[in-house]
């Protein structure tokens, strides 16, 4: 039998390109969306969700396995950007990143855990961002909040083994996607101190989505990932250098590290 996928937030983008990757190669793909209908496209079904409403979540879950009587592979792919200076982020746009990014991936866990247990098997995907690795300024809240699912994914890994299910993290670098478009960003404010620097690193970071990996990349890993016999606890996919610092984080003293990212950015 074919094993079955789950994706949430696969009506664009990394999400769109696994589905479609993975169908190709002859798995069964129910992909997710808040809006199907805006999205006729697909070489797979695309049911109503929205990770921040548990109801929603438990329909999605159950509605894909009555259809299809398992789930082996979710993937969390919905997420949400979000940007500004940590003083001038409003609260609830900080939440709202959170409600996506973590505790909607965690409100799907739970949903598909019990099926998966039952099944003596399953293999959860949560994909975090090579963002979540630090503190980048004036995404300090994207850091966050991936990096909240990296860790969770961690400690879930060992409390679910016991199962015979996997869990892994992959976290993409900069890829060719629409998420700039719906990124949440704090507005520029003429009178703000942090005006000029928001600014340059604004248009830098916007410069490397529009240069970035084609998604089909990020498919090929999830790919590779699934066909695995025993999943690492985590992979990087991206460019050399965005992999590379997550290294120099690791080996660098502190300051160093905080100053090459300044540099990077623009910042003085």
Do not use: W
């Not at 695309?46 to 894909?64: G, H, M, N, W, Y």
């Not at 629409?178 to 942090?194: C, E, V, W």
């Not at 990932?225 to 996919?237: D, L, M, N, Q, T």
């Amino acid at each position: 039998m074919s094993k079955v996928v789950c994706i949430t937030g696969a009506s664009s983008g990394i999400g769109k390109s696994i589905g479609e990757f993975l169908v190709n190669k002859g798995y069964r793909v129910f992909g997710s969306s808040r809006n199907p209908e805006k999205y006729p496209k697909t070489n797979f079904p695309l049911f109503q969700l929205d990770v921040r409403d548990t109801a929603s979540v438990v329909q999605f879950i159950e509605k894909v396995s009555v259809e299809a009587g398992q789930i082996d592979v979710l993937i969390n792919n919905a997420g949400v950007g979000i940007t500004g200076p940590i003083e001038e982020t409003p609260e609830e746009e900080i939440k709202a990143a959170f409600e996506t990014n973590f505790y909607g991936p965690i409100r799907v866990i739970k949903a598909v855990l019990p099926l998966m247990r039952n099944q003596k098997n399953g293999l959860v995907i949560n994909i975090t961002s090579i963002a979540a690795y630090m503190g980048l300024p004036y995404r300090g809240f994207y850091s966050a909040s991936k990096s909240a699912l990296e860790i969770t994914t961690e400690a879930l890994r060992m409390e679910t083994k016991q199962f015979g299910i996997e869990f892994t993290n992959i976290a993409p670098g900069d890829f060719a996607t629409n998420i700039a478009s719906g990124r949440y960003h704090a507005p520029l404010i003429d009178q703000s101190p942090y005006k000029r620097d928001y600014s340059n690193t604004l248009n830098l970071m916007n410069s490397h989505v529009d240069t970035g990996k084609d998604p089909m990349v990020m498919a090929k890993a999830v790919h590779k990932i699934i066909e695995s016999k025993a999943p690492g606890v985590r992979y990087k996919v991206g460019d050399f250098m965005q992999k590379f610092s997550v290294f120099l984080k690791n080996i660098l003293p502190g300051k160093t590290y905080e100053n090459m990212l300044m540099k990077h950015y623009k910042i003085k």
